[in-house]
């Protein structure tokens, strides 16, 4: 998310929705070119010692969550993980987020497509 603040959460929505919708999550290359994300720079993000380190830090915090999860991503919000909020983040991730913030009085520019 460093590497691409902007971008990222577009990113993964699209990516979550087409791997929903698909069952594959094949157009994760169009989903790039929609945003303009180039696949060598998002390679060395993905490999870069920052991403390793919060991926272990992401698997020591699932290693105890109940229910286990049983696929990735596992959609966790406050702690606490709910069928519904992951449909809802299945359906639209950015919308979901939106949606939260707007729910603790923070409204980002990000968002205003929800407002």
């Not at 460093?2 to 999550?25: D, L, R, W």
């Not at 390679?43 to 286990?68: G, H, V, W």
């Not at 919308?95 to 520019?109: A, E, T």
Request: net charge positive.
């Amino acid at each position: 998310m460093k590497h691409f603040p902007k971008e990222a959460t577009a990113f993964i929505n699209c990516s979550m929705a087409s791997f929903v919708k698909k069952s594959g999550g094949d157009d994760d290359i169009a989903c790039m070119k929609k945003f303009g994300l180039v696949k060598l720079k998002m390679k060395i993000c993905a490999e870069c010692p920052e991403t390793l380190e919060m991926m272990m830090q992401y698997k020591s915090r699932i290693q105890n969550l109940d229910p286990k999860p049983y696929y990735m991503p596992w959609i966790v919000i406050d702690g606490k993980w709910s069928k519904e909020q992951l449909e809802e983040a299945e359906d639209n991730l950015e919308k979901l987020i939106c949606n939260l913030l707007k729910d603790r009085n923070v409204m980002s520019p990000a968002c205003k497509n929800y407002y």
